[in-house]
């Protein structure tokens, strides 16, 4: 059944790939010492439906992973982004704001997109996060100035092996640990674990799904620098937050 639907959702993708029926929208990342206080933002993809309505790429993900369609989309994302983000380059360095580009797995292990990323990235003056898995491009992308963060942090095999090897400045800590934070100890000593470690090699840590402001403070209380979720705000269309961000 999971098979059926996704090749379903394929054909939906790569439909929306060629009517250019993708969108953008951001959620922003706040400091947990000050929540008020917007450092950032996380940009994420949406789909136009055939009803009209914005659907969560998420929801069809794993048809792109299974048909090897992420590629294709993540170019699209950060071709995108760089065209929006460009014109607004001057005001979020001045406001410190970062933008934060999510690429899969599949791409950072395509040299082509590799060489497609380096060169968006080379024109764009701006500074982004992004994850990935080869190790040496990383490197030399990282040493023109820009920012590696390793996103879903805590789960999976090799989130600690690219701790190692790559120059991670940023960990996203994944929402699994802190949706019950406040009920599991589990959780909670997990959270503890990876801040420390981070703050030992001056890495930031972002908590992912903080949905309330009891587990926002629970969080800065842990260490954690920076917190993103419902509570702080729900993703939004990208134009007129820039526009917003530039007035």
């Avoid at 000050?34 to 009803?51: P, W």
């Avoid at 999976?156 to 092996?161: K, T």
Wanted: with cysteine; net charge negative; proline share 3%.
């Amino acid at each position: 059944m999971r098979r059926h639907g996704d090749v379903i959702a394929a054909g939906l993708l790569r439909e929306a790939l060629n009517a250019d029926d993708f969108l953008l929208h951001a959620q922003p990342i706040v400091s947990l010492v000050d929540t008020t206080v917007i450092c950032g933002y996380e940009l994420l993809l949406r789909m136009r439906g055939k009803d009209g309505n914005t659907v969560s790429a998420a929801e069809i993900i794993s048809a792109a992973q299974r048909y090897q369609l992420m590629p294709s989309i993540d170019r699209w994302v950060v071709q995108h982004a760089m065209r929006k983000l460009r014109p607004h380059g001057a005001t979020l360095r001045e406001r410190g704001i970062c933008m934060s580009i999510n690429v899969s797995g599949q791409s950072i292990g395509d040299p082509d997109f590799l060489s497609f990323l380096a060169q968006q990235l080379s024109g764009s003056g701006l500074a982004i996060a992004m994850r990935g898995d080869a190790a040496d491009r990383l490197r030399e992308i990282c040493a023109s100035g820009w920012r590696l963060a390793l996103d879903d942090f805590g789960t999976g095999s090799n989130s600690f092996s690219n701790l190692k090897e790559l120059p991670v400045a940023r960990i996203k800590i994944d929402g699994s640990f802190v949706l019950d934070l406040l009920t599991n100890r589990r959780s909670a000593a997990t959270v503890q674990a990876i801040t420390q470690l981070a703050r030992s090699e001056c890495i930031d840590t972002v908590a992912e799904f903080v949905e309330s402001s009891a587990i926002g403070k629970a969080l800065c209380a842990l260490g954690v620098d920076y917190g993103q979720g419902y509570e702080f705000g729900k993703p939004e269309p990208l134009d007129p937050l820039l526009a917003r961000i530039d007035a």
